[in-house]
């Protein structure tokens, strides 16, 4: 790695960390998940791990490193039981079935999801037209909701999407609160070419993780492989 190259990788960390820093409570204990990750000629698999507060440093290190092998790296937004910081502490590592966050570890929802993605095939990268298309339609949903007087979410770009991350505050079990309104959302604002993912509802939903790439495919130029990234964060 290059001087440079270093540099360029230190700035994304530290960025990073400051993100995670406004998206995490000062108690609450997070996954990280790499899904398909492969390194030279091993077989795809995935790596996952738990981290608190105070190491939100080392799981952006984590993230952003592993991103250059992994098909997309994960979180879980919402607070989990941080007994389950014993099963990879601080650290990621091949996670078999069963060994990752559950609906059942989730103790409460503090993050309501919107995923606007591109109508496309899924396993590669969406076009620059196709992003557009779901920028104008996640835009559309958050005017609307603000106009019903909703607060200002943070809005993000998901590499091949983007998304509104909208605080919440309701058990884990909100008996079906947000999967209604991901689906009314759906209802008003789907498109022929973008649609509201109505599938991220359950607690334990998995959200990409900021200042990792999307690697679906392979990257060429009409549908390259992007760097998630926040965009706004409202004061």
Known sequence: MTEADAKKRQKIISTVTDWL?????????TELRALDVQRGRERPHTEAGFFDYDHLAEMAEWAVDVSAYAKGVYFVMNPLNPDLIARRANRIDYAKEGQQASDKDV?????????ADPTRDPHISSTQEEKDAAREVILAVKNDLAAQGWPTPILSDSGNGYHLMYRIDLPADDGG???RILKALAAKHDTPAVHIDQSVFNPARLCKMPGTLARKGDSVKSRPHRRARILEIPS
């Open 107 to 115: 103790l409460a929802r503090r993050w309501l999801l919107v995923d």
């Open 21 to 29: 820093r406004i998206i995490m409570a000062h108690d609450q204990v």
């Open 177 to 179: 609160i947000v999967e």
